[in-house]
Every structure is written in C-alpha cells, then in structure tokens.
C-alpha cells in the first residue's frame, strides 16, 4: 500500500547557529518550509516574519508555508501576498467577516490559502468556505510555543476532514501541527494526513547534526509506523 506524504519541516525550531548548513541538507529532501508568524498579540511570542521569508528565498527554493497566528490576517496577508510566499494559512478563529475576502486576494496572486483550526476551533467555524481552501492545518498543541502537551483527540479533526473530503470532492490538503515525534508518528499515521510539520522533538533537536538527525527521524517513523521511507512515498511493509 503506497500513501504519499510531505514533510514541513518548522524553521522556528531549527537551529540558528547552524542556519546554511541545515537549510542545504534540507532542501533536497523536503516538500515545503514551515515558517510561523506570531504577533505577540495572537499568542504571547513574536517570532519571524516576511523579512526572514525573504531571507530563505536566497539559499532556498523549496516551497514556503506561512502559518500565521496574528490578530490582524489582512495586514500580514497582503504582506505576504507582496513577497509571494506559496502557501498563506491563517488563524480561522480572527478572520470572520473577511475570510471570502481574503482568500481570493491570494488566489488571484496565484498562491495557495490555508487556514489552521486550533484545538479548541470546530471544523463548523470554516463550513462556509471550506470549498475554496488549499490546505487546512490542524493543530494538535495549544499555538505559540514549542514542546507543548500533545493533544490526541484533535486527530478526529483530521479523519472527519478527510471523509468531508471525500464525499464532497474538496481538494485541499491536511496538515498536521504540533508534537511530531516517535512519541505520536503511529497515532498521527493512523488518521492519514497529507503533510507533517515537524520540528524540534521530532527533527532539530535529536541530534548534533541535520544528517543524521534526518536519518533518525526516518527510522522512529519508520519503525512506529510499518512504513518504509522511498522518495516521498511510504509504502506500508508486508
């Protein structure tokens, strides 16, 4: 059984000192750069911005994600609409009353929309446009900080997404946010997402190096799973 995946991995967790290094390794083995966008109002943190999007554009042209946790989406949309960054996720829960708006101004600049569902956010808060979305986010850790408590029941979020999907014909992908590592890859796998954002539990922080912290990343996954890693494809052991 064959079941494609992508790996996003969050350049939030990286590690700074080691900035080219990483990013050369993982540009030839990963899907898209996940690049979160924090206000310090949405959440408590301020972390990264359109400038340091900017800044991975020189050594890089794999795909860019921005998961954005702000209060105001129209400003940091259209900042990112100016830079062309390929995916814009933003908070479901700050933009009614403008999320029609907001989602064609970045197709017709031919990017992607997404938007991410926190924990508390039912999938019922996006009913009403779910249709025109690339990509939807499910946070399984409260947003803002790095190593939070796993929340497992947010993984119903993503099987009932997925049967949406299927009976109605949308076409956007499932992510999934927060907390994955060899502690929860198996209850991730099982509920079938399309992307994993991985970050320091599960990939920055294993090791001293991003080549063999890759490679053990690929083994918990491997072994917590029955899937065998094969460019991009995970094909199910017998």
């Known amino acids: 059984m064959k079941h494609k995946i992508e790996l996003s991995p969050s350049l939030m967790t990286m590690n700074l000192d080691k900035f080219k290094e990483e990013i050369e390794f993982l540009n030839d083995n990963v899907n898209s750069y996940h690049i ?4 310090g109002h949405f959440v408590p943190n301020i972390t990264l911005s359109p400038w340091f999007i900017e800044q991975v554009r020189k050594v890089s042209d794999v795909p860019l994600s921005a998961h954005l946790m702000v209060t105001d989406a129209s400003f940091w949309v259209e900042k990112l609409i100016d830079i ?5 996720c933003m908070p479901a829960e700050v933009i009614n009353g403008v999320a029609f708006r907001l989602i064609d101004e970045i197709h017709d600049a031919g990017l992607k929309a997404g938007v991410v569902l ?3 956010t039912p999938i019922s808060a996006i009913q009403s446009y779910i249709d025109l979305i690339d990509k939807i986010t499910i946070m399984t850790v409260d947003p803002g900080y790095a190593g939070q408590r796993f929340l497992k029941n947010c993984l119903n979020k993503v099987s009932k997404l997925r049967k949406l999907r299927e009976e109605n014909g949308y076409t956007y992908e499932l992510e999934i946010d927060g907390s994955t590592n060899i502690k929860h890859w198996k209850l991730m796998s099982d509920v079938n997402p399309d992307i994993y954002v991985i970050g320091r539990s599960g990939l920055f922080g294993l090791t001293e190096n991003i080549e063999s912290s890759w490679g053990q990343m690929v083994e918990e996954y491997e072994k917590s799973t029955g899937y065998k890693f094969n460019n991009g494809i995970y094909v199910k052991n017998n």
């Open 36 to 39: 979160d966008i924090m206000d």
């Open 118 to 120: 926190n924990p508390e």
């Open 84 to 88: 062309k960054c390929e995916f814009i």
